[in-house]
C-alpha cells in the first residue's frame, strides 16, 4: 500500500426498498408475516436482481458488500439469517441489550453501541462497503452522523400504512445529495450521500 496515496474510507451505506409515502413494511409486521400486509409489494423488483440491468446491478453492489450492520428486530424477523447474510460477511447486530446466552449464530455478534458498531464493521469489511439494513439501525446511525450513503429503492406505490424508514429522527435537518439515478423496471434507485456526516470520506 503506498502511504502517499490517499485511502479510501469504506462507506456506511443503507439499502432499503421504500414506498413512494415512506413505509419500507406494511402493517402488523411481525414473525409470519415479516414485511407487513401487502409489504411484500415493495421487493417484486427483486425478480429482476439476476438482470444485466439496473435492479441487477444494484443487487450485485449488495451483495458485493463486506459487512453488515441491521437493527435487532430485523435480525430476529429475518431469522437471524441462520447466520450467514451472504458469503459469510461480518454481521453487527445493533441493540439494546446482550443476554449471556443469547450467542448469534455463524458471523453475527451483538453490539450495543452505535459509534463502535461501525468502527468494527469497517474494521471488518475488507475495505469494502457496509451494508446497513433496517430502519432501526439507519435511523441510529443517522442520528449519530455514522451513515454516509442511502441506496433507496423507490417503488411506485403508496402502502398506506406500516414501519416508515425515516421516523423518530428529531426536528434536526439532514441534508442530502443525489449522486445516482438507476430508472428499472418497477423501482427507482437512487443513490444519496449525506452532508455533513463526521465519518464520510470520498467514496
Known amino acids: ?25 406494511g402493517p402488523d409486521d411481525r414473525a409470519g408475516q415479516e414485511l407487513g400486509r401487502d409489504g411484500g409489494r415493495l421487493f417484486n423488483w427483486l425478480d429482476d436482481r439476476m438482470s444485466d ?7 450485485g453492489e449488495a451483495m458485493a458488500t463486506g459487512a453488515v450492520i441491521s437493527g435487532r428486530r430485523t435480525f430476529e424477523l429475518a431469522g437471524r439469517w441462520q447466520g450467514d447474510h451472504h458469503d459469510g460477511v461480518p454481521i453487527f447486530v445493533l441493540t ?25 464493521a469497517r474494521a471488518a469489511s475488507g ?13 441510529a446511525l443517522l442520528r449519530a452522523g455514522l ?5 433507496i429503492h423507490l417503488v411506485q406505490v403508496l402502502l398506506g400504512g406500516g414501519r416508515r424508514l425515516f421516523d ?7 441534508e442530502l445529495d443525489l449522486i445516482r439515478r438507476l430508472t428499472a423496471r418497477d423501482v427507482t434507485h437512487l ?12 467514496s
Do not use: K, W
Not at 485511502?7 to 421504500?18: E, G
Not at 451513515?147 to 441506496?151: G, I, Q, S, T, W
Open 53 to 59: 440491468g439496473p435492479s441487477g446491478q444494484v443487487f
Open 127 to 139: 475495505g469494502r462497503p457496509v451494508l446497513v439494513h433496517g430502519a432501526g439501525a439507519a435511523q
Open 147 to 151: 451513515l454516509d450513503e442511502m441506496e
Open 168 to 174: 423518530g429522527l428529531g426536528p434536526d435537518r439532514i
Open 1 to 25: 500500500m503506498n502511504p502517499d496515496i490517499p485511502q479510501r474510507t469504506p462507506p456506511i451505506r443503507l439499502y432499503m426498498s421504500m414506498s413512494l409515502d415512506g413505509f419500507i413494511a
Open 96 to 120: 439494546h441489550r446482550i443476554d449471556d446466552d443469547d450467542v448469534p449464530p455463524g458471523s453475527a455478534q451483538f453490539v450495543t453501541d452505535v459509534e463502535d458498531c461501525v468502527t468494527r
Open 191 to 202: 443513490r444519496y450521500r449525506v452532508l455533513g456526516n463526521r465519518s464520510a470520506e470520498l
